[in-house]
């Protein structure tokens, strides 16, 4: 651009020149004008330069500062275009990679904060850095514990967990709930950098859950093994107990008619069994719809009698209603059988009431005579029962429903005596 400029200024002083052959004093004339010129130029230059690097500067101050929306205009005529050219690219690629990072961040966050895996990260000075939102509900109702002491934590805590909390590496440990229940958890600790800093980085699962889930699969294939190894027996003895029937209906043989008729009696009951356990180890898939709880109880009081104590709560929750009756009947009858041990005037209560954020509670309780504590600890065990001609098998059946549904099925003696069942039902589909 300058020696376009320089050029035509030549080109006007020649064509000066001639002109003030004629007239000289128009020399002296052209000659300031053409310094003037030139000094204005390469001013403008000098401004120029000085504004480029003012940009240039300010962007990657800008940079330093991570603000990565600062471009610089480009000038194709001028020299420095393509170092602006670069420097815009560069930013524009800074910026996408903070987006790229902040949206890697958002995600993270909300995998943290929704995953039920205790998370917690505390740095060298025993300070809680990091916390999601499982953390929060087990160590302080909810509430944010960021930049607490850990020891503070600690004190609000079983000593029991608290020592647990302090091995190192992977354990699994037990301990027990506010009801009494046993819980186990799977502990990961390990040591984190973070920004140059040592950090411990705390990871706690209940596996609770897992290890029942576990427990009842292991069952199911006990109970599959088993019942197909007692209906290829079953089946041939059926058919020679029905052929021996006829037998003994030909020989006019009353005695050997009962033999075959007992014997045939109990084939069906063992065909009973086997179904009722086929029930557990094939059930449904929950067909979950609304409930409507009104309608229910009153089907299943025609059957069983109990006292709703507490209004229906006004929440929505979906579920198999056929399989929910299933288990209240189960339930009730159990109750009421309670009921009979004791000379007691027979009571039994339904409680239902909203559990936060999500979810229903329902309690059945009795005024028998309650559960012993090795009845409490067996109890949902298949093929435990303390009655002579139970199976085991309904209060097994009942946790796998519920269990089905996400939902918890729990027992625990009342204090004034009998029992009380507790389910639990997430009100979400």
């Known amino acids: 651009m300058l020696w376009v400029a320089f050029i035509g200024q030549i080109a006007f002083f020649v064509s000066t020149y001639l002109y003030v052959n004629q007239h000289p004093w128009l020399l002296l004339i052209a000659g300031i004008s053409f310094n003037g010129v ?141 009801q009494g229940e046993e819980q186990a958890w799977h502990l990961a600790k390990s040591g ?36 197909h190894e007692l209906n290829n027996s079953i089946a041939p003895i059926s058919s020679m107990c029905h052929s021996g029937q006829l037998l003994a209906q030909n020989l006019d043989e009353p005695r050997l008619d009962r033999v075959f008729s007992s014997i045939s009696r109990r084939i069906g009951h063992l065909n009973e069994f086997i179904k009722g356990y086929g029930a557990l180890s094939k059930l449904k898939i929950p067909d979950k719809r609304l409930v409507d709880w009104t309608t229910l109880f009153d089907q299943i009081g025609a059957l069983y009698r109990f006292d709703l104590i507490t209004d229906i709560p006004n929440v929505e929750v979906y579920a198999d209603e056929h399989q929910i009756e299933q288990v209240l009947i189960n339930i009730l009858k159990n109750a009421h059988e309670a009921q009979s041990e004791t000379d007691k005037v027979s009571q039994v209560t339904m409680a239902i009431s909203a559990v936060k954020p999500h979810g229903i509670s329902i309690e059945i309780s009795d005024t028998g005579l309650g559960m012993a504590p090795e009845v409490l600890e067996n109890a949902l065990l298949p093929f435990y029962s303390t009655k002579h001609a139970g199976t085991g098998l309904g209060l097994a059946l009942c946790r796998e429903i519920i269990e089905a549904h996400q939902g918890k099925l729990s027992f625990y003696n009342r204090k004034s005596g009998g029992l009380t069942v507790s389910i639990f039902l997430p009100s979400a589909l």
């Open 38 to 178: 030139i000094g204005y130029m390469f001013h403008q230059r000098s401004k120029q330069i000085k504004n480029a690097d003012r940009s240039l500067e300010q962007g990657l101050l800008s940079l330093m500062d991570s603000d990565f929306s600062v471009s610089i205009p480009t000038d194709k005529e001028d020299n420095r275009g393509p170092i602006f050219e670069l420097f815009n690219q560069c930013a524009d690629k800074l910026r996408k990679e903070r987006q790229h990072l902040y949206q890697r961040e958002m995600l993270l966050d909300k995998v943290l904060n929704t995953s039920p895996v205790v998370t917690f990260l505390v740095d060298i000075n025993q300070k809680i850095i990091f916390a999601n939102r499982a953390a929060e509900l087990m160590f302080n109702d909810g509430n944010s514990i960021l930049g607490y002491s850990w020891s503070e934590v600690c004190t609000n805590l079983n000593s029991d967990f608290v020592q647990a909390l302090q091995q190192s590496g992977e354990s699994i440990f037990t301990l027990k709930n506010s």
């Open 192 to 227: 984190v950098r973070i920004h140059q800093a040592n950090n411990t980085l705390y990871l706690l699962k209940s596996i609770t859950n897992e290890l029942s889930r576990q427990e009842v699969q292991t069952w199911k294939k006990v109970i599959r093994v088993i019942s």
